[in-house]
């Protein structure tokens, strides 16, 4: 047993669970649906799923897909729910132990069908690797470090005889580790071994789950928004200090345990976070119902909300990097003509608010009499100080307004001051209707490109 800081906490809630069994029908499959989704959501998610969670939740509750999503990604989400429930049957079947076929049918399943993909070999060159699934690994693999370090997992012919041993040393430690810490450990050997040429982190954590389910606990959910702490618990394991995942591990089983007890009293098991999903779920539910054309008050909506909900979190993205530049300047262009320059950063956001003073008037526009179809925001960052002669840059965000829709583009121009050469990118552009609307995790989405874009920019100035 680990000696942990959480073990103790652990302990005790799931006492007080098992104090407060069974649940009420209703109770327990609004926590079954809660877990459900955070657990196919989350895992998924860590391995670049591209899904929302309200995209989850309309596909796993109601076989509904929506927005952009992909086939693979689509796939891949109903496949890794049918695998939980698999974990979860096989659980249940106390006199059927944990075996190499059953981990190799979880890789099978999630993956759906054999592949190819993009693969780097040991010293770190391109390549392409097919991807046999349900199969243990026929080639080596690996990951590149955040410091340019090759960490090289087990070899193909180390496998087979290492996950068999890994089996041997769950079933003489099945009854002497808590089942989070052997659950735990079980997890983290496995990834060690990294047996397959795709899903390993997924089976680790459906694995994981299958023991803590095994012994009535409610699984463990590794959160998307929490990767750089579950991957530098892995690394302090990587070093020796196994200690430092277990314990990581407790913490989520604590979340988890904590909110089972909530359903098991008849509270309310939704996070404020969880409100925000549902509202977006809720928009993507209501507002795909009718053509809806532009009109002066949907031309409002749509600028106030371009406004409000993505270009403010993006020029505050952008202003973390003033200090790059010896001078800043934002501006506001409706059909062209320039209406307001303010003086300084997110000045633009309230002052574009504070000007929508009625439903008709925009900027000192009367929108009825005079039709708005294009907005711009502009973003100037004058001479890049680590650059080696002048160079400025702009970030755009263009809203053009038409019919039945409306385009969104954000762009990024680099400047060069000697030559007046203008390096003009694409960032994103999206053609919507007016019933559609940016969802947060899209804005995150939008604001991180242009972040990076300008990290780039100036890093190779």
């Not at 001479?383 to 829709?405: G, I, P």
Request: charged share 30%.
């Amino acid at each position: 047993m680990y000696n942990t800081r959480t073990a103790e906490v652990v302990t005790k809630l799931k006492v007080e669970l098992d104090s407060l069994l069974p649940f009420k029908p209703e109770d327990e499959k609004r926590l079954r649906r809660k877990l459900r989704l955070e657990f196919n959501y989350n895992s998924n998610h860590l391995e670049g799923n591209t899904l929302t969670y309200g995209q989850t939740q309309l596909l796993l509750l109601y076989d509904k897909s929506s927005g952009d999503a992909s086939v693979s990604d689509i796939e891949e989400m109903k496949a890794h729910d049918f695998a939980l429930t698999q974990v979860e049957a096989m659980a249940k079947e106390s006199e059927r132990p944990l075996t190499e076929t059953f981990i190799k049918e979880l890789n099978q399943t999630i993956l759906v069908r054999p592949f190819w993909k993009d693969a780097v070999t040991y010293d770190g060159q391109p390549a392409r690797k097919e991807v046999k699934i349900g199969q243990y690994k026929t080639s080596p693999n690996s990951v590149v470090l955040k410091n340019g370090e090759i960490h090289a997992y087990a070899t193909p012919e180390e496998t087979p005889a290492l996950m068999g041993d890994l089996l041997k040393w769950y079933n003489e430690s099945k009854n002497s580790l808590p089942p989070v810490q052997l659950a735990a450990e079980f997890h983290y050997r496995l990834v060690c071994i990294h047996p397959f040429d795709d899903g390993n982190g997924r089976v680790a954590r459906l694995v994981m789950n299958y023991i803590l389910f095994s012994h009535s606990y409610p699984p463990v959910v590794i959160k998307s928004d929490d990767k750089e702490s579950y991957l530098t618990a892995l690394q302090k394991a990587d070093t020796g200090n196994v200690q430092a995942l277990i314990e990581y591990v407790e913490q989520q089983a604590i979340w988890s345990l904590e909110l089972s007890i909530r359903a098991a009293k008849g509270e309310d098991v939704e996070e404020l976070g969880d409100v925000d999903k549902e509202i977006e779920i809720l928009k993507r539910e209501k507002l795909t119902k009718a053509t809806i054309y532009k009109t002066p008050s949907v031309a409002y909506d749509v600028v106030n909300h371009i406004n409000n909900d993505l270009w403010r979190p993006l020029a505050k993205a952008i202003g973390k990097f003033d200090d790059f530049f010896v001078e800043t300047k934002q501006e506001i262009f409706i059909n062209k003509k320039l209406v307001e320059e303010p003086q300084g950063p997110g000045v633009i956001a309230v002052s574009l608010a504070a000007m929508f003073n009625t439903r008709s008037l925009l900027l000192g526009h009367d929108m009825k009499g005079a039709e708005v179809f294009e907005v711009e925001w502009k973003n100037e960052m004058y001479s890049l100080k680590t650059a080696n002669h002048k160079q400025d840059v702009e970030v755009l965000c263009m809203l053009m307004l038409y019919d039945a829709s409306y385009t969104v583009a954000v762009e990024a121009m680099l400047v060069d001051g000697d030559t007046l050469m203008k390096n003009a990118a694409t960032l994103y552009r999206m053609d919507r209707e007016y019933k559609s609307f940016f969802m947060s995790d899209e804005v995150e989405g939008i604001v991180k490109l242009v972040s990076k874009h300008l990290l780039e920019v100036i890093r190779h100035a």
